[in-house]
């Protein structure tokens, strides 16, 4: 209210030195939260920006790569038409697990992509990316940008960010790491280990929006060098020139995002911040973490039921109804259940597929969410299943009886007929 209330269109520091002065004091704040490396605050060459969402962070952070890498040849001596040819040879890397934000990305920028396997936990492995860029290197392509992604959108999935780095180490790899979903979790001390290799990454980013109680849109990007970003993304019409702006001495955010103008939204993160402190915020991410185990207890309580295809990460419970019969038997049960517990509007749950499995997806973040609504929530769809899956075998008892009924009463007849005429 108060953002939009001020008004402000702070697409320069001239236009709003407090919406830019406070968006780079509240992004230090979270960056020392995670706990990121030093480079990506703003007092170095690094620093952070908001963003809308994280997709808007992945193009471009996909362009400040593409700026650094073609600037590697400029250096070298190509001209403007070489620089054009080596453009179409650039390539970018995701697994497929990665959020579709990153094709899209590489769809505007008019870039190659490739989505990479991934192994039984849905992990991006070092070695993957190692032996897949080698190949691509080989048939004349330009590997220049690799997203790593803490919390995948399907699993929660962590890929394996230290062997990327050593995958790409030597190269001019852009390494950018995801972590829209899990990131707000890297605030709490049981999260830290993660940051080795992300502190080895060129950009970071997570949505305050999700699982930091912050209203959308609010996607923090940090990046280590920002030069590239605002190098790839600058452009200074006369109207825009201010003394202010040419003396180096202050940010315009206008040149680290795609749009010019933006809003001032570094007050919901002040707000946020101040309101709740690092303990509060630290005790809802762990809240809800710990609410989603008691669901998942609950889930594995039911071993004939249900099946737990994913390893547990985060605040995320995947799982799938169980059918002996078959997986396309298993889809079936599994998307009658998420379609009758979403249909009876006590509780909304989202769906995907791994794998050709048939998934859905158990994910608490309100903090007025307790405990007793998550035994509702289970008891709810346990009710639900049972009812679905006595639906399945009446129907299947009835197919079956049916068919015993055909074979009685035609079948046996019209063979007793034709053996009693081959005599």
Request: glycine share 6%; charged share 25%; proline share 3%.
């Amino acid at each position: 209210m108060y953002s939009d209330m001020f008004n402000v269109i702070g697409f320069n520091w001239l236009s709003s030195p407090a919406c830019t002065e406070l968006e780079s004091v509240v992004l230090d704040w979270m960056g020392k939260l995670v706990g990121l490396d030093q480079k990506f605050h703003s007092d170095g060459r690094g620093g952070g920006v908001i963003q809308g969402t994280a997709s808007e962070a992945t193009l471009v952070t996909l362009l400040a790569a593409k700026y650094r890498m073609l600037e590697e040849y400029k250096a070298k001596g190509a001209d403007e038409e070489k620089l054009r040819t080596l453009s179409t040879r650039l390539i970018a890397y995701g697994s497929d697990q990665t959020h579709i934000c990153l094709k899209k990305a590489t769809m505007i920028a008019n870039i190659l992509f490739r989505a990479l396997p991934t192994d039984d936990n849905f992990s991006l492995c070092g070695e993957t990316v190692k032996q897949e860029m080698e190949k691509d290197i080989t048939n004349g392509l330009i590997p220049f940008f690799i997203v790593g992604t803490i919390g995948t959108t399907n699993s929660a999935a962590i890929d394996k960010i230290t062997d990327i780095v050593d995958a790409i180490k030597g190269t001019n790899v852009w390494l950018h790491i995801d972590a829209a979903y899990a990131g707000s979790a890297l605030i709490c001390p049981e999260y830290k280990y993660l940051l080795e290799g992300i502190n080895q990454a060129d950009s970071f980013d997570l949505n305050m929006h999700k699982g930091l109680l912050t209203n959308f849109d609010c996607s923090c990007l940090w990046i280590k060098e920002r030069k590239y970003l605002i190098n790839a993304l600058s452009i200074t019409p006369d109207i825009l020139k201010n003394s202010v702006s040419e003396s180096g001495m202050v940010l315009d955010f206008r040149d680290w995002q795609i749009s010019l103008g933006r809003r001032f939204r570094a007050l919901k993160i002040w707000f946020v911040i101040r309101t709740y402190g690092a303990k509060g915020l630290r005790e809802h991410v762990m809240k809800t973490h710990k609410l989603a185990n008691r669901f998942r207890s609950k889930i594995q309580q039911y071993p004939d039921l249900f099946i737990i295809p994913t390893t547990p990460n985060f605040g995320l419970v995947n799982f799938y109804v169980k059918s002996n019969d078959s997986l396309k038997n298993s889809n079936k049960l599994t998307e009658m259940v998420s379609n009758r517990l979403n249909e009876s509007g006590k509780i909304y749950l989202t769906q995907t597929k791994m794998r050709e499995q048939y998934i859905i997806r158990f994910a608490p973040g309100s903090p007025l969410t307790t405990e007793k609504h998550i035994d509702q929530a289970f008891e709810l769809l346990l009710k639900i299943t049972q009812e679905v899956t006595m639906v399945i075998i009446c129907r299947s008892q009835n197919k079956l009886s049916y068919t015993i009924n055909v074979i009685n009463e035609v079948v046996i007849p019209v063979f007793l007929v034709l053996k009693e005429k081959a005599k």
